[in-house]
């Protein structure tokens, strides 16, 4: 049930958002907001409050406390009690997928008020209490040793199949393989080097991979000669053997990417993959190409680990070797510092080969391709390739599924047919479950749905994790911990497929853009509750998101008050610190 956070407003000059003024805000009490609010027609919300301006009008800071504002939101408001809007910046076809992080579950306002300022009515911090959604609820957090779950009977979808989920963590591998043999834990995460060959040699459990949304890649700029031939680039892309580099360098649960895009991403890996390795017809295109007998070029990159790269010159050193035994291509290895790496290859400096990868920080497509491939793309692969930049425009400016596939194939094709780059890996792991186990996954975000799993004639499911979560509150967290444990109990307007990274209705029923992709609605399932028994309504969205979303607001505090998922999604603060 949504109440309504009372302070003293002021409108700013024209792109200047309201800000609270005079003495501190302070927070109406929920008991009489309550008692207001059930009496009495809905009262929709919206933030910035009317009259506060248009955040995204902020090219300059408004005054010496403030910053300007970078941000893609420019209004969230509740129509009425199960529809709100938000009105972005600029188009963004990515927005619903940007909803399905966990940090941005929604809470009821008035379990918000009282618990991000704990203590007037004895409650607990919201770092450390849940009043969440999800078929999961909060019973226990043992700090240093387990945090316990039980089913929350009053779900508002499938029940949890099991009716207590412990969550436990281990920092070494060999601790969590070992405490999944001896049969102590029902699924473990990350269980390192030996955990397959472990797990093939033991009926009792099994093995599942952990997809990577990331991308490991050999890059080149076509700008500079012999990279300039297309045959050049393509002989390489076949003269390679990408997979015997995976096999050598990275984790179990690692693939050989077939397109630039993980498959888990929707739409990634439509159209043709890539090319197998054939190191004969890899010569013959290179002689076809004026070089016989190679030349002479460099290998760039960075020798600090990345999680698509976990051995930087390992891997540098193998393409070396098969560059020369493949192809007769003699490449000098060159190391660089990060920011003159970085610089070098966003200039289109880099002239010969470079090491360079990514991580999805929002996995959509779009948000993988555009910033490599998009008209807007760096000069990293030297001139942009209209096809590419055409079939990627195409993709971004609609909804339609049989467009989008026809775009992104398009893209892909495109892709694989100029060879600006060589995809090498999507870096996985490798997650294992007792064999009776039913129902078992490894989400490619590290998100599993332990609600879908039942663990044999077991009343309790026992998993263990790498690291304990700081905090509950996930819109103030960014471990992978805090992440998985939020994710039982809170939920957003979408959430994440089970198995892959797509976006899926879950507090919405939809959220349907404008033709611009710039106003986007959200109709909210009827009837949902929290687990204290408060409705869900649409206040509680506009305020779940004004908290973060707002450096000056009341409620915007948690564990550290960092509130980083939101700007690393969402891209700035209203009102922020200048």
């Not at 959220?511 to 609605?521: D, F, I, S, V």
Request: hydrophobic fraction near 40%; charge should be negative; proline fraction near 8%.
């Amino acid at each position: 049930m949504a109440l309504l956070v009372s302070s003293t407003l002021v409108a700013g000059a024209c792109g200047e958002p309201a800000r609270p003024t005079g003495a501190a805000p302070t927070v109406e009490s929920p008991s009489a907001a309550a008692a207001s609010q059930s009496s009495g027609p809905f009262a929709p919300l919206a933030w910035p409050p009317p009259g506060g301006g248009a955040p995204c009008d902020q090219a300059t800071p408004p005054d010496a406390e403030h910053g300007a504002y970078a941000g893609i939101l420019r209004r969230v408001r509740a129509i009425d009690a199960l529809t709100v809007e938000f009105r972005l910046c600029a188009p963004d076809i990515a927005f619903p997928t940007r909803l399905a992080f966990p940090a941005f579950a929604i809470n009821d306002t008035a379990w918000l008020e009282s618990h991000v300022d704990p203590g007037r009515d004895g409650s607990q911090s919201i770092v450390e209490a849940v009043n969440g959604t999800g078929p999961w609820r909060l019973e226990q957090w043992n700090r240093g040793s387990t945090i316990s779950l039980v089913r929350n009977d009053a779900y508002w979808g499938t029940p949890a199949r099991a009716e207590r989920l412990v969550i436990g963590w281990r920092d070494d591998p060999a601790i969590r393989l070992s405490e999944l043999e001896d049969g102590s834990i029902d699924g473990a995460d990350d269980l390192g080097s030996r955990g397959l060959e472990a797990i093939d040699a033991d009926v009792s459990l099994q093995a599942v991979e952990r997809a990577g949304l990331n991308i490991f890649y050999a890059g080149f700029n076509a700008d500079y000669a012999p990279f300039d031939h297309q045959k050049v680039r393509q002989a390489i892309a076949i003269g390679i053997d990408r997979e015997r580099i995976v096999e050598a360098f990275y984790p179990t649960g690692s693939e050989v990417a077939t397109h630039f895009s993980p498959c888990a991403i929707a739409y990634g890996c439509t159209g043709d993959p890539w090319y197998e390795f054939d190191p004969s017809a890899a010569r013959q295109l290179l002689a076809a190409a004026g070089y016989p007998d190679g030349f002479k070029t460099t290998i760039q990159y960075r020798d600090t680990p990345r999680p698509y790269l976990p051995d930087p010159t390992g891997v540098a050193t193998a393409l070396q070797s098969q560059l020369l035994a493949n192809l007769g291509i003699t490449a000098e290895l060159e190391v660089l510092p990060d920011d003159t790496f970085l610089t070098t290859i966003d200039e289109g400096r880099a002239d010969g080969i470079h090491l360079l990868g990514r991580t999805a920080s929002v996995p959509e497509v779009s948000t993988l391709l555009d910033p490599h491939f998009g008209a807007s793309a760096s000069r990293e692969f030297g001139e942009p390739i209209d096809a590419i930049v055409d079939a990627l425009a195409a993709g971004a400016a609609t909804v339609d599924d049989t467009a989008r596939t026809d775009a992104y194939t398009a893209a892909n094709e495109a892709i694989r047919a100029n060879v600006p780059m060589i995809p090498i890996a999507h870096a996985g792991s490798l997650a294992g479950y007792r064999a009776d186990v039913d129902g078992a996954i490894a989400s490619p975000l590290g998100e599993e749905r332990f609600a879908g799993m039942l663990p044999g004639d077991r009343s309790q499911l026992v998993w263990l994790a790498p690291d304990q979560p700081n905090g509950l509150y996930c819109a103030d967290e960014t471990s992978d911990a805090a992440r998985l444990v939020c994710s039982q109990m809170t939920e957003g307007l979408y959430a994440f497929g089970p198995d892959d990274a797509s976006a899926v209705p879950a507090l919405a029923l939809r959220c349907e853009p404008n033709p611009e992709l710039t106003t986007w609605t959200c109709s909210l399932r009827p009837d949902v509750t929290f687990q204290d028994g408060a409705t869900l309504d649409a206040n509680d969205v506009v305020l779940s998101f004004a908290a973060q979303w707002d450096a000056d607001h009341p409620l915007h505090r948690g564990r550290e008050g960092r509130f980083e998922p939101f700007l690393d999604i969402f891209g700035g603060f209203l009102n922020p610190p200048g």
